[in-house]
Each structure stands twice: as C-alpha cells, then as structure tokens.
Nanobody, 117 residues
C-alpha cells in the first residue's frame, strides 16, 4: 500500500515562495506518474501539476504556468512543488497523488497553503 505524506505548507505573503514535498513509501515510487492537486474552500479539487515517472515530462495547469515547478527525486522517493510568486487565489489545501494504470489511486493527507494579500 502506497503512502504519501506532504509537507512544506504554511502562511506566506503574496509574491512569496514555498516548496512542498511529498514523500512516498510502501510501493515502487519510481514507476508511477505523480502529481499535485489543490482544493480551496467551497471549490472542487483541481489539478495543479504532473510529472512522469522519469521526470522527463512535466505539465502544469494554466493558472500556475511560469510560477510553479514540479520535480521528483526517485532515489529519495520524493516529489516537490516549487511555488513562486504566490497569489491569494493559490490558497488551498495541496495534495500529492500517485497514478496506477492512469488512475489517480493514492492520495496524501494534504498540506495547507495560505497566501495573504
């Protein structure tokens, strides 16, 4: 059973930066496509960024392009989300997730990111 644990959230002023981490255990981390999602109060969970198993291909939601960077270190079973130039509308609980056969099957517990204006 894969377990995912996020960390790195917090309170930051608009224009600031945060780096989220997601550590995986209990499975073969390096074989899985991984991603970040977020959910703001009263809104549905939305995709933020994804990365292939090798890290060679990444893709971001339009709302974060040019500001967020996803990466992974398979040797450390860890995925990252570098978030720069944060905006109040980025405030949400951020979740990491892992795909199994193209289905987002495993989820972390989430980490809160709050951006003040």
């Amino acid at each position: 059973q894969v377990q995912l644990v996020e960390s790195g959230g917090g309170l930051v002023q608009a224009g600031g930066s945060l780096r989220l981490s997601c550590v995986a255990s209990g499975g073969t981390f390096s074989n899985n496509q991984m991603g970040w999602f977020r959910q703001a109060p009263g809104k549905e969970r939305e995709f933020v960024a994804g990365i292939t198993w090798s890290g060679g291909t990444t893709y971001n939601a339009d709302s974060v392009k040019g500001r967020f960077t996803i990466s992974r270190n398979n040797a450390k079973n860890t995925m990252y989300l570098q978030m720069n130039n944060l905006k109040p509308e980025d405030t949400a609980v951020y979740y990491c997730a892992s795909q199994i056969r193209a289905v987002w099957s495993y989820w972390g517990q989430g980490t809160q990111v709050t951006v003040s204006s």
